[in-house]
């Protein structure tokens, strides 16, 4: 006899939380993965910021675009997107898609980034594999996740990491918690009143999901999916998190 799941914690709102950074590889990584909780809490009044490794110049798409007019085109989708659910401040750093690394280079934008931000909360994508769905586990996505979780700690609160962004005036920052999109959530948040708003901000990326006519039904089935697993009511949409403390 199987054991039945533990449910999840759902978060909460705490007007304690009042500054996000969502850092990704690509354009379209957030809204996939976190759209519905953007909005959720831009609804709550939080601030939040998008940090893009990557501006998306190599993939998704069948054109014949160079990469310089890709990338313009993948920007301006992903302002487009960051608009639908209340996100005006945006930084791309403008690595090569499909080439990043966890490098000292890399960590030390992102914590640049973090030292200017000063984010309550980070939000990335899991450095894991997830070898049961490979897809999910893009290599930018690994390493854009490894290189944020080691700009948060120890390098965006260490004084003694790369001392140029002292001379810049960016002094050290503590970020409290991350929360990791992908697989193996331990907390979920109930994105129901903010789906059509998630979805909106996807078919703002016209270059990656203009023809997929099934998108709106894709996402839904994920986001009851997750929302069943936690142990949500019937009905609900989810998107889940590991919750990692770092304070």
């Not at 969502?22 to 909005?39: E, I, K, L, M, W």
């Not at 708003?197 to 990326?205: E, G, P, Q």
């Amino acid at each position: 006899m199987s054991k039945k799941k533990k449910a999840l914690p759902v978060f909460k709102y705490d007007k304690s939380l009042k500054r996000a950074l969502v850092v990704v590889a690509h354009p379209d990584d957030v809204d996939f993965g976190c759209a519905g909780t953007v909005s959720t809490l831009t609804s709550k009044g939080v601030d939040v910021a998008y940090c893009l490794v990557t501006s998306g110049d190599a993939g998704g798409d069948e054109s014949n675009h160079s990469r310089e007019e890709r990338t313009e085109i993948r920007e301006a989708e992903q302002r487009a997107a960051a608009a639908e659910v209340g996100v005006t401040n945006l930084t791309f750093l403008r690595w090569p898609d499909g080439q990043v690394e966890p490098t000292f280079l890399l960590r030390r934008e992102i914590a640049r980034v973090i030292r200017t931000y000063k984010p309550d909360l980070v939000i990335t994508q899991s450095p894991e594999r997830n070898w049961e769905r490979i897809r999910a586990s893009h290599p930018d996505h690994l390493a854009a996740g490894e290189a944020t979780m080691r700009a948060v700690y120890p390098d965006s609160r260490n004084p003694h990491a790369f001392p140029e962004l002292l001379r810049e005036g960016l002094e050290p920052h503590t970020v409290a918690q991350v929360w990791l999109t992908g697989w193996e959530p331990t907390m979920v948040v109930d994105i129901t009143k903010h789906f059509d708003i998630k979805h909106l901000a996807l078919t703002r990326h016209e270059s990656q999901v203009a023809g997929n006519k099934g998108l709106k039904k894709m996402l839904k089935n994920w986001a009851r999916l997750t929302a069943k697993n936690a142990g949500l009511g019937k009905d609900r949409l989810a998107e889940g998190f590991k919750v990692v403390v770092t304070n």
